[in-house]
């Protein structure tokens, strides 16, 4: 919950500096959470397609350094799909929210 928390309040910050944008965990975690409870959970292969279609349209991957994010797969894959496209990718310190 705190790599949410902390994610959601980034993807604020950054909105209100005049970005638009698209935050996988704050965005779609909350409808995977709800689907799982109904037990139709649409799965990570869903997902990543999901995420995919949005980042076609992303002009920067933003990553927030939080706790765990080197070692994370999902960002991982966002590295390797903007790496592919040419487009550029940034990492940012969290801050205390």
């Known amino acids: 919950m705190e790599r949410f928390n902390k994610a ?7 909105i209100q500096g005049g970005y638009y944008v698209y935050s996988p965990i ?4 909350p409808i995977d959470i709800v689907l799982a409870d109904e037990g139709e959970t649409l799965g990570s ?10 980042m076609r349209f992303c002009s920067e991957l933003v990553i927030l350094k939080v706790d765990g994010w080197d070692r994370s797969a999902g960002i991982k894959r966002e590295v390797e ?17």
């Open 26 to 29: 704050t965005m779609t975690h």
């Open 81 to 97: 799909f903007f790496e592919r496209e040419k487009k550029p990718v940034r990492y940012i310190e969290p801050k205390e929210f």
């Open 8 to 14: 959601t309040a980034a993807a604020a910050e950054l």
């Open 45 to 54: 292969d869903y997902w990543v397609e999901f995420d995919e279609a949005f």
